[in-house]
């Protein structure tokens, strides 16, 4: 009776966290940090801030830099934390090369509002990339994905002539991350941020870049090697000796 007891007490116990993570996963996933309205950016670079107003309302936020010659364009998808006021300043690696930087922040990041759902990340992706595409051709288009934002990247650039896609530290699908960090969680039945990227990466048909490291301690290094192997249009797999999730950009290579 004892046992019977404990058991049924284990599996309640189960149960409560199984709903938790179930209901409340985005807090597991995005670590965003909110900017009040207000807030100025100074990247030492001219940059416009991008207002937009996705279909169901919520406005999305983004930072445009522009190149003062550019020779393209770079659609930037950024990792699951932080703001614009952090993450502006990777766009100075691109102007160095030439070309203007379009980076939004997710919903409930930064700037900008609305719910925050995976159709909407996809649908938000596609309004920042025509708004881009009013200034730019998509084969002068660099969609640029970087941890969570490579599973936004992927499917946006499904069937489009874009000049590239880049991906780094980027995973097959969210579930798989999600084993090696919780392996006693059913993450395939549980997740509805699903961000399956090994499904849509065979329709993309623009030339990919996949650049990891090998050392990376959030998404395993094996996951992008995976998903390199799964489309023929990679023209480069970019390991990064004992880089990690978040350094890549301290190491020559």
Do not use: C
Not at 10 to 15: I, N
């Amino acid at each position: 009776k004892a046992m019977f007891h404990i058991l049924l007490f284990l599996g309640g116990l189960l149960l409560v966290v199984l709903l938790g993570v179930y209901f409340f996963q985005h807090r597991l996933i995005f670590f965003p940090t909110v900017l009040p309205q207000e807030h100025v950016f100074d990247f030492g670079n001219d940059v416009e801030e991008v207002f937009l107003t996705a279909d169901d309302g919520a406005v999305i936020h983004a930072l445009y830099f522009k190149a003062a010659a550019p020779r393209g364009a770079v659609l930037y998808f950024h990792g699951n934390a932080g703001d614009l006021s952090g993450w502006g300043h990777i766009a100075s690696q691109f102007l160095d090369h030439d070309h203007s930087v379009l980076m939004p922040d997710y919903r409930g990041f930064g700037k900008s509002r609305g719910k925050l759902s995976e159709a909407a990340l996809h649908a938000d992706a596609r309004l920042m990339l025509g708004h881009l595409h009013r200034e730019y051709p998509l084969d002068e288009i660099v969609v640029h994905g970087r941890s969570i934002g490579t599973g936004i990247a992927v499917p946006l650039a499904e069937g489009l002539p874009l000049k590239a896609l880049v991906l780094e530290t980027p995973f097959t699908r969210l579930a798989h991350v999600a084993r090696v960090h919780y392996p006693w969680l059913p993450a395939d039945r549980l997740l509805h941020y699903r961000f399956l990227s090994d499904e849509a990466i065979g329709r993309v048909r623009a030339p990919v870049w996949i650049i990891h490291g090998t050392a990376d301690e959030v998404i395993p290094f094996e996951l992008g090697r995976r998903l390199a192997e799964m489309t023929e249009r990679t023209v480069a797999f970019i390991p990064v000796q004992g880089g990690g999730h978040n350094d890549l950009e301290g190491h020559p290579g």
